[in-house]
């Protein structure tokens, strides 16, 4: 166990367990720990955990620690990976995992849980949008009584190589989103050119993200609500990650414009030869023909179909346009183990009786 003061040697071993098991998901990568830590690491307690071997470290993982008030009572809940973080703050990473080595997972698993079991202090612990709930798994196996819940949902995704070199990729969706997709491109081509801006330098991204805070705060603050950028230390955490991973090919800030004003502002990041589409911020247009984040979508797909990427991952939501442009899905565990806590009884008494009363109300 390696507490916040050692992160120095957390760094050498999430690189020694890397250099044998490779990087893993960019969200789980020491990149992304690092950056996050030096935006987050003084207000979210934190420590490392590192999974010893013959031949170096097996495993390693980040716990974050976070209070969360619910009714009369505060949960101390044990998060593992980036995650914790303040209300209205949070950066939502996905595809989690514990870095271990090939063939030994199971190992680092029980031993991750042994760790967590022996904290008698926390009441949950959560493992957010994970396509591995083993991690979880195997901490409610490890802990007396415990209980797990595991909650389902879809990250939809377009398969790049699906439609024909030279074939468009609004051939690949099904007629109605086709038909939605092609009409808006031909909208917006009547009013000028298509075009898109990939900067491969920090500056470029950095210009092109300052003016995606600008539509993406504008269009949520009209609807009443604070948007993603309203945090300074959120704002901070992603211009200081577009600053590191752009010029390494591990992140895209891009501008689609129809001449020469500007239809949408694209951020994602480049996980192998995948896409993390991570937020945009989009232009309003009386016209309902133009549909500017459909369009800036698909000609941000194509772009990366052309630079040899191979999906072009939604992540998790059920929004319309994400089943509108996806071919695939996979699902994306988060899971909750709960210590027999009495606290957390009487919420779950609280919660039957509310749902019985608002039953009968219905009725």
């Known amino acids: 166990m390696l507490d916040e003061t050692e992160r120095e040697a957390a760094a050498a071993a999430w690189a020694a367990v890397a250099a044998r098991a490779g990087a893993g998901p960019l969200m789980a990568s020491w990149t992304w720990i690092d950056?996050?830590?030096?935006?987050?690491?003084?207000?979210?307690?934190?420590?490392?955990?590192?999974?010893?071997?013959?031949?170096?470290?097996?495993?390693?993982?980040?716990l974050t620690v976070a209070r969360r008030r619910r009714g009369p009572f505060t949960i101390r809940q044990l998060h593992v990976g980036t995650s914790a973080e303040?209300?209205?703050?949070?950066?939502?990473?996905?595809?989690?995992?514990?870095?271990?080595?090939?063939?030994?997972?199971?190992?680092?698993?029980?031993?991750?849980?042994?760790?967590?079991?022996?904290?008698r202090g926390w009441d949950e612990l959560v493992v957010e949008a994970s396509t591995d709930p083993a991690v979880a798994q195997a901490v409610a196996r490890a802990t007396w009584r415990g209980r797990l819940r595991v909650d389902a949902q879809p990250s939809r995704h377009h398969d790049l190589r699906t439609a024909a070199a030279d074939a468009d990729l609004a051939s690949v969706l099904a007629s109605g989103p086709r038909r939605r997709l092609r009409a808006s491109l031909r909208a917006f081509e009547a009013r000028g050119a298509l075009t898109i801006d990939w900067p491969e330098d920090a500056a470029g991204a950095l210009a092109i993200l300052d003016e995606l805070v600008v539509l993406h705060q504008r269009r949520w603050t009209a609807a009443g609500e604070s948007g993603s950028f309203a945090s300074t230390r959120f704002l901070g955490f992603h211009r200081d990650l577009v600053a590191h991973l752009v010029p390494t090919g591990q992140a895209a800030v891009v501008r689609v414009r129809c001449g020469s004003e500007t239809v949408a502002c694209v951020y994602g990041l480049i996980d192998g030869d995948t896409l993390l589409f991570y937020q945009s911020g989009v232009a309003d247009y009386d016209d309902n023909r133009l549909r500017p984040g459909l369009v800036a979508h698909a000609v941000f797909m194509d772009a990366c179909r052309s630079r040899g990427l191979e999906r072009y991952d939604f992540l998790a939501g059920d929004y319309r346009y994400k089943r509108e442009l996806a071919t695939g899905e996979t699902t994306l565990h988060s899971c909750v183990v709960q210590r027999p806590r009495l606290r957390l009884r009487a919420l779950e008494v609280a919660r039957d009786v509310r749902d019985r009363h608002r039953a009968r109300s219905d009725d």
Not at 41 to 59: N, Y
Not at 98 to 117: F, G, K, N, T, Y
């Open 86 to 119: 303040p209300p209205g703050e949070e950066t939502c990473a996905e595809h989690v995992r514990v870095l271990a080595v090939p063939d030994r997972e199971e190992h680092v698993h029980r031993a991750l849980a042994a760790v967590v079991r022996a904290d």
């Open 35 to 62: 950056r996050w830590l030096a935006h987050y690491g003084a207000v979210v307690p934190h420590r490392f955990v590192v999974v010893d071997g013959r031949g170096g470290p097996d495993g390693v993982a980040l």
